[in-house]
């Protein structure tokens, strides 16, 4: 057995998150998009980036499940959930900005959407098996304090993961 031995690659699933939240980084108006979501993408559990941050929008990146299925002796494909929640302010600064939050849930979505169903050459498309995506449905809520309004999307990605 040799003295040192080379550290592992990185979980599929860290890659395919961490490529996923490259992706993510995209979403400016200069790209092109509604939003700016990309300059506030935030990768664990959405409650500690405001925390963290103090600032909305928040784009979140939360794992959420695993699940292997077709195991063999070398590797494994898994399908890995995240779920995706968008964090705004929902009180109106005017009173005909009522419906402020709501507006912003729903361009944050349609980034989202394109974003990650376009195809790109990147790290992500490289990781996740062929047609390994898949969007849920987009889930809206209100924060206990009412003062940010939510949007939660899931995301299933499918990746191989090889043992040797």
Request: aromatic content about 4%.
């Amino acid at each position: 057995m040799p003295d040192s031995l080379a550290a592992p690659e990185l979980p599929i699933t860290t890659q395919a998150m961490r490529a996923l939240q490259a992706r993510l980084a995209s979403i400016t108006r200069a790209n092109g998009y509604h939003t700016d979501l990309g300059l506030s993408v935030w990768r664990g559990f959405w409650i500690l980036a405001l925390g963290a941050r103090q600032h909305v929008p928040i784009l979140a990146l939360q794992s959420d499940t695993e699940r292997p299925s077709s195991t063999r002796q070398d590797r494994a494909i898994l399908s890995t959930d995240a779920r995706l929640v968008l964090v705004v302010d929902a009180l109106p600064r005017t009173e005909d900005d009522a419906t402020a939050g709501e507006t912003a849930l729903e361009a944050g979505l349609a980034d989202l959407r394109r974003c990650l169903l376009m195809d790109q050459s990147d790290d992500l498309t490289r990781v996740l098996k062929h047609n390994g995506m898949t969007l849920g449905a987009a889930e809206y809520a209100l924060a206990e304090d009412s003062r940010y309004a939510l949007a939660s999307m899931p995301v299933t990605m499918e990746c191989v993961e090889h043992y040797t």
